[in-house]
């Protein structure tokens, strides 16, 4: 990276305007609900209601409305509604405005045709009492009502949380009522099955021998008019499932989305590919709510029913379907344990190729230039082969289920008939009744079959499904029943008590005894070794982990009261390995502070150097980056880091490593405007070069975790020229 001279240094009167920070966020409904939820006693942030949701220019839509409204524990519902009937008692509610405003309605008195109204963020918040005639011109005929959901407390015990409900089977029982439409459906199908055996039987009984010309006609109006019915419910069901299906995938998959974006990072898995491989799992537990699966449940019962009506017909008839159905079954249930540890075995495999694709595709030049190609292609090929040799096996199988139950089925058929013709010869039955036992048999067979194919799909689907709910109930950052303090501004004091941190799994602490104070306007560097814990204290710092042992207080606050999305939003990052996401360089740059001013814009570009990599780019701020900012040099993306974290204007930097890979001139120019900009701000330096310390005034010493040397930059440094200070430098 080369941007050149120091003529663009920053003079003190271009640092980025303080009112950067203060600018709007999440929009007039975050605000409305942000005071209900107090008016109600739950006190939460904006950023915590809003962390994660997929807002429209950082504005929450009436749409997102109730997904953060649960975060406050409110429940909520959008009713189209008139003043006059706007329910008094369920005040306090929220009225859309025109123009994209809304207001919290206290209460209303239809009588006197006044309401009691707050416009959050938009007056001083105070009540104003207005008429329905003024309101109903900017009224858009919505209202948004809210109830707390009942909190259980810790006294309620496991027993209280568990009835919280399964993330699958709430979000299932969401469509209840499509679904109760579909058993409707199914009902009257079944029951209209029954018309063409019917219509059979008496043909052959009575029409064909009565010459019955009149009858015949009459019964097969009759019938076309069933069958006709039984399309239409037919469609019907299959409309409604798919319907509750995809509205069910849409909200689950948001929901999952969720639980990834906010797990913590103790939590979360190993392996990015295994997990991955865990959320497509998500797709067979899909397949699960379709139509096909759906309607074999349902109709299974009806499968009993058609069995006694052929046993009413003629008792032997019903011998061959109930001996047949329960083979089928049978067979179905004996290949079980083997489709179990075969379901085990692919998933285990599938998660492993996912992995070594993922981790190849990640550091496919470290693959090159170390040559590991073959290496990566031996376990891809054995992991491919070995889950390739377990898939044979599991289509065996169920192609070995379906061809049994075929073959039931045409025996059945057989059975049936060779039954029905000596009871015919006995006179036990006529014609027409084996003909309409034989239509029933085959229909009863229809769900058996189904179901015994299902259960062939039952363990990979299981696997599926405890592999997301594995996923689903790792702790997220934002707990059920935390009630965080809100702390939108910071000042930047920090103060470490006795803290202590070991990674999951890992023995040896990274962190250990740590006590120091950095106080508001304070710019410190923290130095050490490779491995000696400078960036750990950094993710402790942004909540990225939990420390062990100990204390954190920010601005005299435990950290652990504080929401880490708020914490994060004010705090400017320029982390050791910076990440940009696919899209341009000005996506990149602002995105998540959509309200960013062009000033500012230009002003934090010329801080961090990025202007450099604007000019000399055809496309300027429309350049793209590429996926993890692959088309930048590594220079370049702490650059455009450093403009992120100036952009935010926070009074907390962290920098860690923030010039590592930038040329002297660079580096140089950076420093100068960093000093400049961090003038009243908190400022931990984490650093190797020692041309950066000129940014800080007191040093921290950390080696093997635990601080070794902490004082004035000059002396710590010379104390560390001397050799002084443990084995640090
Ligand atoms: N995600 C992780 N899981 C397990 N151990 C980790 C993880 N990240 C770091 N460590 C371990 O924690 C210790 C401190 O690591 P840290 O990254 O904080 O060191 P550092 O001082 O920033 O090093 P460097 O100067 O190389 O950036 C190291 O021993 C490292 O192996």
Redesign the pocket.
Known sequence: MSQNSTSEHLSTETAVPRETSSLPGGGPLVASLTLIAALHGRRISCDALLSGLPMENGVLTPALFSRAAKRAGLASKIIKSPLERINGLLCPAVLILGGSRACVVTSIDAAAEKASVIFPGEMDEGTAELSFETLRDIYTGYVIYLKPQFKFDERAGADGKRRKGHWFWETLATEKNIYRDVIIASLLSNIFAFAMPLFVMNVYNRVVPNNAVETLWVMAIGVFIMITADFALHMARGYLTDLAASRTNTRLSADMMEQVLSMRSEARPASVGSMVNSIQGFDSVRSFISSATVFAYVDLPFSIFFIIVIAIIAWPLAIPILIGGLLVLAEAVMVQKQMRELSETTNRASSLKNATMVESLVAIESVKTQNLESTVQNRWEKTVAHLEAANVKMRLLSSAVISWTQWINVTISIATMVIGVYLIRANAISMGSLIAAYMLSSRAMMPISRVAGLLMQYYSTSRSLSALDDIMNKETEHEEGVTFLSRPDIAGGIQFRDVGFA??E?E?P?LSALNFTVKPGEHVAIV??????????FKLILKLFRQTEGSILIDGTDSRQMDPAELRRAVGVVP?EVMLFYGTLRDNLVMGNPYITDQALLQAIQISGVDGIVKNHPKGFDMQVGERGANLSSGQRQAVAIARAVLKNPSLLLL??PTSAMDSGSEERVRHNLKIFAKDKTLLL?T?RTALLDLTERVIV?DG?RIVADGPKEQILAALKEGAIGRAY
């Open positions: 990674y999951p890992q040896r990274a050490g070794p490779i491995g000696s814990g400078k960036s750990t204290l050791q860690d490593e984490v190797h950390l975790g």
